[in-house]
Structures are given as structure tokens and as C-alpha cells.
């Protein structure tokens, strides 16, 4: 078991808001020693997405990196830190294109952060190599943190491919990046979250129709009903740009993509752009990421040993 003498800070994806993360770093307690933010009792846990969007990112890596080699915080991998490593990765099989293809809607995600590190320089390169020693989930004893969805057959089906530390290997790159894969579809669950199949798209933010979505994995009733499995983003809209209708209460056409998560252990999570006040997902469950790349609180948990989570230990900066 690996835990603090006074428990964790898990803190939402941050997405180069450095600004922000410094914030909330400073209403957390924490202060900057020797060049690393650092608490006298507690440690940070970062869910991942440190990159991509944002103004700073640069020194969102910067700020997060001297906390975990200090010892100061501890870190799970992100889908956004996956991206870049499949992005800059020659694709073994056709050397000449890359493990994630450099198509313009591709880019458009990635731009910002290839432009504020120098895609091809040394930094860059520095940045790869340390996102590759990030694992992808951490099982605390008492606490689990992951980044989209806690899946013990995907972290079953992986187990031999990861490096030290539940990271990322080569080998585990390259397969995650064939579609269809049990490799790929298990870094899907792991660092994106299980989907399901809906009657009517919706536009994602980037403004491209989503005809999956996302699984509601944390709750216990998931598995019933399309509505209720089905994670339809508030304030989302139909392809005629009219409001989008509930879904219909029908059975799943398939068996759920991952069984609702019902373990006493906690989990905290990241990457689903909640909005609105910072609430638990379940007794046992919490996401951290309320937007913070579209305007809205950089959050954190504060997480004191409770095996059921309570609305009252988050902690947000201004939206």
C-alpha cells in the first residue's frame, strides 16, 4: 500500500493552464521549495493531459515533472500524453507515416503543444521519453486513480506488455495503435473510457459527429437502459442543430463494455469535461475534470482515507 501521512490531492486534467494549476496548487497548501511546489503532509496526484490546448504547457510538464521526481506528487498517464507518443512514432510497418496519422484534424489537436515545445527538438524528445515512464493506472490499496475508466480485463490484457511501473513499453505503443486490437481497445477504456453505440450523433467540441458515447462505467445502473448508459454531454445538440432528445429507455443492443464499477475502493478519474459544481459520480466514484480548457475550475479532491466520497473534499479554482 502506498499512501501520504495526511492523504492525496488528485487534480483534473490541466491541458497547459499553468496559471491555473499554480492556483490551485496555492489554495491546496502548497508551496514552492526549492523550485518544487511541495506539502508539508500531503502529496498530488495527477490524472494525465497535461499537454495539448492550452497557454503554458511547457511549464504545466515543468511544474508537474519536478513534483513526481521529487517525490512530491505521483502521476497517471493521460490520453493527450499517449497521443503525442503515437504522433511522433514511425509506424514499423510503414516507415514513411506515423502510429497516429498526421491528418489535419489530428494536428488541429496537437498543434498548440508542437508549437510550444518545437516538434523534433530536444525538449520535445525529453518530454516523450518521460511520458513513456507514466503508468497507466496506480492502485494505491486504498485508492485507485486512473485516467478515463477503471478496467481490470484491460489492465489484465496489457499487464505483459507494460513496462515498470504499469508504463507504457514500445511494443505496448505500437499494438495499442492497430484498431481492433484487444492492446487497442484496452489504452481505449484505460485512457478514453468505453463507448456505446447511439441512435442520433451529436458534435463533440471540435465540432465532429459523434455516433458513440461515452459509457457511464461509474454508475451502477449503466448497464439497463441506452439512457442511462450513455453519457450525452449537457447541452449537446442533433445534427439540425436542434436539442438533443433523451434517449430511449431500450435495453443495450450489446453487453455493456465494461461491468459498473462496484468495488469499495475508490476511484478518482479525469477526461470527461463535467461542468457545473464538482460532485462525486458515486459513493465510490469522482471525476476531476470540469473543463478547464473551455473556461471552466482546475479541481482537485482532497482525498483524507474515506472509503465513500463526499462532495465536500473538492476543491476548485475560479471557473
Not at 495526511?6 to 491555473?20: E, L, M, P, S
Not at 526549492?34 to 497557454?55: E, K, N, S
Not at 527538438?121 to 516523450?128: D, P, V
Amino acid at each position: 500500500m502506498t499512501t501520504s501521512s495526511h492523504g492525496f490531492d488528485i487534480i483534473g486534467d490541466i491541458h497547459g493552464h499553468a496559471d491555473k494549476l499554480v492556483e490551485l496548487l496555492a489554495m491546496l497548501g502548497y508551496q514552492r521549495v526549492d523550485g518544487v511546489w511541495t506539502h508539508p503532509t500531503r502529496r498530488a496526484i495527477f490524472v494525465g493531459d497535461l499537454i495539448d490546448r492550452g497557454p503554458k504547457q511547457r511549464e504545466t510538464v515543468e511544474i508537474v515533472r519536478a513534483m513526481v521526481e521529487a517525490g512530491k506528487a505521483q502521476i497517471t498517464l493521460g490520453n493527450h500524453e499517449f497521443n503525442a507518443i503515437a504522433w511522433a512514432t514511425p509506424d514499423p510497418d510503414d516507415p514513411d507515416t506515423y502510429l497516429r496519422p498526421h491528418s489535419d484534424k489530428k494536428h488541429k489537436q496537437h498543434k498548440e503543444y508542437l508549437r510550444q515545445v518545437v516538434e523534433g527538438s530536444g525538449l520535445h524528445h525529453e518530454h516523450l521519453q518521460w511520458f513513456m515512464t507514466l503508468p497507466l493506472w496506480l492502485d494505491l490499496g486504498e485508492l485507485r486513480v486512473v485516467h478515463a475508466c477503471w478496467d481490470p480485463k484491460a489492465q489484465i490484457d496489457i499487464a505483459g506488455m507494460c513496462g515498470v511501473g504499469n508504463s507504457l513499453t514500445e511494443e505496448l505503443v505500437i499494438a495499442a495503435s492497430r484498431k481492433k486490437s484487444a492492446e487497442h481497445q484496452a489504452i481505449e477504456h484505460l485512457l478514453k473510457g468505453p463507448e456505446i453505440a447511439i441512435p442520433e450523433p451529436y458534435p463533440d467540441k471540435e465540432g465532429s459527429p459523434r455516433f458513440e458515447a461515452r459509457y457511464r462505467w461509474w454508475s451502477a445502473d449503466a448497464g439497463t437502459s441506452l439512457r442511462a448508459g450513455a453519457l450525452i454531454p449537457k447541452g449537446s445538440k442533433t445534427a439540425d442543430g436542434g436539442e438533443y432528445p433523451p434517449l430511449p429507455q431500450t435495453p443495450l443492443d450489446k453487453p455493456p463494455p465494461v461491468e459498473p464499477y462496484s468495488d469499495a475502493v475508490p476511484v478518482l478519474y479525469g477526461h470527461y469535461w463535467e461542468n457545473g459544481t464538482p460532485t462525486i459520480t458515486s459513493d465510490r466514484t469522482a471525476c476531476v475534470d470540469y473543463s478547464v480548457a473551455k473556461g471552466g475550475p482546475l479541481v482537485a479532491y482532497r482525498w483524507q482515507g474515506e472509503s465513500v466520497l463526499t462532495n465536500d473534499h473538492f476543491v476548485s479554482t475560479a471557473s
